[in-house]
């Protein structure tokens, strides 16, 4: 689901199965003919949304998801974030890219040609991604608040499930503590893993960040076998005193779950605390999350993972301090090792990456990019479709691939002119691999 929150959550979308292929060639050839095709616009679906959330963790600003052997559904999430998709604003004299934050959601059955919008409970904010387990039984975190925005007053943090591809919400209640639900990842129907937050997050034993100073928030993994309606928390590994850990995406294979995130020692300073010694951090579970041990400390922070099967992950790590990415392979539970990644200096922050078949993935950030033999090479994809009237180009966001080789790429828009600062920016779903029309 990613860290990186224009798409996920990054956002981990991979797409389980796709419409059949009218060539005869293999899996791999198809997918292999995607990166020579251009990336159209399957449809004229334009949404808007606000700002940037205006604080740390207020959740992905555009998402996209798929799921189902045959004829698959996908789903966008897009955060409203003061702007509604038509343009108006959430309520009166809001603020865009403050609050109040609003979500709204579409799926389609079509490639992308056509969305529907889904029947999400009143004053919804979606905090996590969509996770689906199939085409019509999803699950996402959410706070419910009819007047003001997520941590205000009233606000209610909810578990959400679908079993009807959206059409009906079933809302579950969370511990009393749980202050957001970052990310979701669902096994089956009934086992879900959630990322959270507690309530007095980024509070830490009492103390406040000391001014000018990074925030940490501390997570807590909880999971429930039977679709919401209980949680038992999962005990961190290796953790005590004053060692911390943040958790920013779960991925799941069955009952194989992979953990990125990173830690860092919390020293009080001045009345609050200062973070050191902070490092990235992979941690995994063979028993669907209820047991975590670590299985790697990379040479960064890991961004984005995305798995074929539950031994071909890809993940995404990133070095701070000089700003360069690096790739590693190997499966759910470990071990990871570093991959040459010739050609991947295309890409910047990669929001995205999806893995249909083995040893092929995608990944979306400045560029779009693709690899066909485990991240060894990567080459950039053909260049996108110039902007709609009224619109300039941003960046892409999420991407979804079925193991055809056909995407889905969230497009990032910002319109040419705005009556209101900072105006609503804008997202679009482009197709690669599919027919155009």
């Not at 979306?364 to 300039?392: H, K």
Request: hydrophobic share 35%; aromatic share 8%; with cysteine.
């Amino acid at each position: 689901m990613g860290r990186t929150w224009l798409a996920g959550a990054s956002l981990l979308a991979v797409l389980l199965g796709g419409c059949a292929s009218s060539s005869s060639a293999t899996g791999s050839q198809v997918f292999a003919s995607v990166a020579s095709r251009t990336w159209h616009q399957p449809g004229p679906t334009v949404w808007l949304q606000g700002g940037a959330p205006n604080y740390l963790g207020a959740g992905p600003t555009s998402t996209i998801g798929c799921a189902g052997v045959n004829n698959p559904t996908c789903y966008v999430v897009v955060q409203e974030n003061g702007y509604q998709p038509d343009g108006a604003p959430t309520a009166p004299g809001v603020v865009p890219g403050f609050q109040p934050f609003r979500s709204t959601a579409y799926r389609s059955s079509d490639d992308g040609r056509s969305w529907t919008e889904l029947n999400l409970p009143p004053a919804t904010w979606l905090s996590s991604p969509i996770s689906c387990v199939n085409a019509t039984t999803c699950a996402a975190g959410a706070v419910l608040d009819a007047g003001g925005s997520a941590g205000t007053p009233g606000s209610e943090v909810r578990f959400l499930t679908t079993t009807d591809a959206g059409r009906s919400w079933t809302q579950h209640s969370m511990p009393s503590w749980v202050e957001l639900v970052t990310d979701v990842a669902c096994p089956s129907a009934s086992h879900c893993v959630a990322l959270t937050w507690h309530e007095d997050a980024p509070d830490i034993d009492g103390l406040e960040p000391w001014a000018g100073a990074d925030r940490f928030y501390a997570t807590t993994v909880l999971i429930t076998e039977d679709g919401g309606g209980t949680w038992t928390a999962s005990s961190l590994p290796g953790r005590s005193g004053a060692r911390y850990v943040y958790l920013s995406d779960v991925t799941c294979v069955d009952q194989q779950c992979a953990f990125l995130g990173d830690e860092a020692d919390i020293v009080p300073f001045d009345g609050g605390y200062l973070t050191e010694h902070t490092k990235g951090v992979v941690l995994s579970s063979d028993d669907g999350g209820h047991t975590l041990g670590v299985t790697d400390e990379p040479a960064g922070v890991p961004w984005a993972v995305a798995c074929a099967g539950p031994s071909d992950c890809l993940m995404f790590v990133t070095n701070l301090r000089t700003g360069t990415w690096s790739v590693l392979t190997g499966a759910v539970e470990g071990p990871w090792q570093q991959v040459e990644a010739r050609g991947l200096a295309a890409i910047s922050a990669p929001v995205s990456v999806s893995c249909p078949a083995s040893g092929r993935c995608v990944a979306s950030g400045t560029q779009v990019v693709v690899t066909t033999d485990d991240g060894t090479r990567w080459s950039q994809m053909t260049s996108l479709p110039s902007p709609p009237n009224g619109y300039t180009a941003n960046s892409p966001g999420g991407v979804a691939c079925s193991p055809s080789g056909r995407c889905l790429l969230l497009d990032g828009l910002t319109p040419t002119s705005t009556l209101i600062a900072p105006g609503p920016g804008a997202v679009q779903v482009l197709a690669n691999g599919l027919p155009a029309g």
